[in-house]
């Protein structure tokens, strides 16, 4: 099945894509899509943050069991305001 | 009102939105680029969001903020782009029928900002630049 990444902020610039497309199998969990997209985007691996993990803009953790069309964002350490 | 946007923020805009004829209080609070941080001469903050998320957290937030605290309306508008020093990068008005309730609730909206909505801040600085927040700290699951 196929998910949708989009990437933002150090992540973006890391990855050197604001969005990918990911061929995984059923079940995948989001933990699983972040172990593959490392070894896709290998600067994406010295990352040492504390990452959230968002589907179809909402926060879930990260075994959650992905979806065919799911909207995936890994999100670094926010800082707004 | 709970918006990101690329333009300038309008503290007027935001003040109309909350007025109420039961309110007794309007609290704002202007989040501002400073030209300093940690040593560092701020030439100016460049801001990322994930949208959508973004808009539905601050609405998220909002709506926490009407269970915790008797207020009236509430308006929070978050500024992505480069936002330069003095210029506001978020605004948040809260009218209540009492002060204490405002102010509670305004302080809660900031707090909860800079903790849980998709936005991120690159500082441009004198030599470098760097997004604030990343900087330390563990892989970790929410």
Same mark, same amino acid.
């Given at each position: 099945?196929?998910?949708?990444?989009?990437?933002?902020?150090?992540?973006?610039?890391?990855?050197?894509?604001?969005?990918?497309?990911?061929?995984?199998?059923?079940?995948?969990?989001?933990?699983?899509?972040?172990?593959?997209?490392?070894?896709?985007?290998?600067?994406?691996?010295?990352?040492?943050?504390?990452?959230?993990?968002?589907?179809?803009?909402?926060?879930?953790?990260?075994?959650?069991?992905?979806?065919?069309?799911?909207?995936?964002?890994?999100?670094?350490?926010?800082?707004?305001? | 009102?709970?918006?990101?946007?690329?333009?300038?923020?309008?503290?007027?805009?935001?003040?109309? #939105?909350?007025?109420? =004829? &039961?309110?007794?209080?309007?609290?704002?609070?202007?989040?501002?680029?400073?030209? !300093?941080?940690?040593?560092? /001469?701020?030439?100016?903050?460049?801001?990322?969001?994930? =949208?959508?998320?973004?808009? /539905?957290?601050? $609405? *998220?937030?909002?709506?926490?903020?009407?269970?915790?605290?008797?207020?009236? *309306?509430?308006?929070?508008?978050?500024?992505?782009?480069?936002?330069?020093?003095?210029? =506001?990068?978020?605004?948040?008005?809260?009218?209540?029928?009492?002060?204490?309730?405002?102010?509670?609730?305004? *302080? #809660?909206?900031? &707090?909860?900002? /800079? $903790?849980?909505? =998709?936005?991120? /801040? $690159?500082?441009? #600085?004198?030599?470098?630049?760097?997004?604030?927040?990343?900087?330390?700290?563990?892989?970790? !699951? *929410?």
């Amino acid at each position: 099945m196929k998910v949708k990444v989009k990437f933002f902020a150090i992540l973006r610039e890391r990855a050197g894509a604001a969005e990918a497309a990911k061929e995984i199998r059923e079940g995948s969990t989001v933990g699983e899509l972040w172990e593959l997209l490392q070894r896709d985007y290998p600067q994406l691996a010295p990352v040492r943050m504390r990452l959230l993990y968002a589907v179809n803009q909402d926060y879930v953790n990260a075994d959650y069991a992905l979806k065919e069309g799911d909207e995936v964002v890994f999100v670094p350490p926010v800082s707004g305001g | 009102m709970f918006r990101v946007t690329r333009n300038a923020i309008d503290l007027q805009e935001l003040v109309a #939105f909350v007025t109420d =004829p &039961e309110a007794g209080a309007i609290v704002t609070f202007i989040g501002t680029t400073r030209n !300093n941080n940690e040593g560092r /001469k701020v030439i100016a903050l460049d801001y990322e969001a994930y =949208p959508e998320m973004a808009e /539905k957290e601050l $609405k *998220r937030l909002g709506e926490e903020a009407g269970k915790r605290w008797r207020i009236r *309306r509430m308006a929070i508008v978050h500024r992505i782009g480069p936002v330069q020093i003095t210029e =506001p990068s978020v605004i948040i008005a809260v009218s209540a029928a009492h002060r204490a309730d405002a102010f509670e609730a305004c *302080r #809660f909206a900031i &707090e909860e900002i /800079k $903790k849980s909505v =998709p936005i991120w /801040k $690159k500082e441009v #600085f004198e030599g470098g630049e760097v997004w604030i927040g990343t900087q330390s700290g563990q892989p970790l !699951n *929410r």
